[in-house]
């Protein structure tokens, strides 16, 4: 018996407008993610992972190819596949409790239920004590664990996380870090996690899918069996660090060379070859991190 994935990609395209050329962002994507899985997504800055997770959340549509779930093709968005942003796009207007029971709220669940639930998650993401604060009184880290705890209450089958780390400071990151694995392990999630952050990739992943430089395809799944909770620290982890960045220089440099041969088409060297430069740097920044750590402790 054959079985069917949680979530199917099946050679998605996509094509953008850009000034006056036709650039293909997404070259046919391919990606099997079984249920449970906590797959994280690398791959050199503006190769398409935002687009492509949004389009697996049904935010935007594909040119070609197909997102199946549980085996069944998806084309809009639904509570099943809910996404994280890398600010959590909270309402400031709204308490951090009713921002975490906004999507309950929406969904007309009665007020004791929501209640009940968003309590559950507060606890879990440590914010019982500021449930009632509002959210410019809370740290980006908090922030964050708002959003997170706003995506889990609405108890979608895949939880959809585009770099929601990124503007974290490296403890609070460590520490989400270990949390998230918490939750993936007691919520039995199935997780897609976009991060330009090797380090942040190999503490997290059952899988790492490295995206190749555009048109972008999934140039390789790395698995990842290495015992948990996993730290950033783990030595054994180093390893596997290099075996991702073994796969992502080649298509960063990549971009650094369809900027140079471009030449006349400004737009393509000044943006790719400053982000693809600046994104190198964030893919070793787990290491730089780990030495920064280093010196604070
Ligand atoms: N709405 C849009 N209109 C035109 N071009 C777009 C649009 N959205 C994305 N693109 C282009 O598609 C490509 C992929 O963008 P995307 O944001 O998905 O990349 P990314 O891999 O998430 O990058 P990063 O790592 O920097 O976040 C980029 O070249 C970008 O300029
Ligand atoms: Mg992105």
């Known amino acids: 018996m054959t079985t069917v994935a949680k979530l199917e990609a099946r050679g998605i395209t996509k094509y953008f407008e850009h000034e006056s050329h036709r650039l293909q962002a997404l070259g046919g994507v391919n990606l099997k993610v079984e249920?449970?899985?906590?797959?994280?997504?690398?791959?050199?800055?503006?190769?398409?992972?935002?687009?492509?997770?949004?389009?697996?959340?049904?935010?935007?549509?594909?040119?070609?190819?197909q997102i199946l779930f549980d085996g069944r093709p998806v084309t809009e968005t639904g509570p099943t596949r809910i996404m994280v942003f890398q600010e959590g796009?909270?309402?400031?207007?709204?308490?951090?409790?009713?921002?975490?029971?906004f999507g309950l709220k929406v969904s007309g669940v009665p007020r004791e239920k929501r209640a009940e639930i968003s309590e559950?998650?507060?606890?879990?993401?440590?914010?019982?004590?500021?449930a009632g604060s509002y959210?410019?009184?809370?740290?980006?880290?908090?922030?964050?664990?708002?959003?997170?705890?706003?995506?889990?209450?609405?108890?979608?089958?895949?939880?959809?996380?585009?770099?929601?780390?990124?503007?974290?400071?490296?403890?609070?990151r460590d520490l989400l870090l270990v949390e998230t694995q918490l939750i993936w392990a007691r919520t039995k999630k199935t997780i897609m996690f976009v991060t330009h952050n090797v380090a942040e990739a190999a503490v997290l992943g059952t899988?790492?899918?490295?995206?190749?430089?555009?048109?972008?395809?999934?140039?390789?799944?790395i698995p990842n069996d290495f015992p948990r909770?996993?730290?950033?620290?783990?030595?054994?982890?180093?390893?596997?660090?290099?075996?991702?960045?073994?796969?992502?220089?080649?298509?960063?440099?990549?971009?650094?060379?369809?900027?140079?041969?471009?030449?006349?088409?400004?737009?393509?060297?000044?943006?790719?070859?400053?982000?693809?430069?600046?994104?190198?740097?964030d893919a070793d920044a787990g290491e730089k991190d780990k030495k920064k750590e280093g010196r604070t402790q």
């Open 135 to 172: 959210t410019h009184q809370l740290s980006t880290g908090m922030k964050q664990r708002v959003a997170i705890a706003r995506a889990l209450v609405m108890d979608p089958d895949v939880l959809l996380m585009d770099e929601p780390f990124a503007a974290l400071d490296a403890q609070t």
């Open 207 to 221: 899988k790492v899918a490295v995206f190749s430089n555009r048109p972008s395809v999934v140039k390789r799944e």
């Open 35 to 65: 249920s449970g899985d906590f797959v994280c997504l690398v791959g050199p800055s503006g190769c398409g992972k935002s687009t492509f997770l949004r389009i697996v959340a049904g935010l935007e549509k594909p040119d070609g190819g």
């Open 120 to 130: 559950r998650y507060l606890d879990m993401m440590q914010l019982t004590k500021f």
């Open 229 to 281: 909770p996993r730290v950033p620290d783990d030595k054994e982890l180093i390893d596997f660090q290099h075996e991702i960045l073994r796969e992502l220089r080649p298509e960063v440099r990549k971009e650094d060379d369809v900027g140079a041969a471009a030449g006349a088409a400004a737009e393509e060297t000044t943006d790719a070859g400053a982000a693809s430069a600046g994104k190198e740097d």
């Open 89 to 101: 796009a909270l309402f400031p207007w709204l308490t951090v409790r009713d921002n975490v029971e």
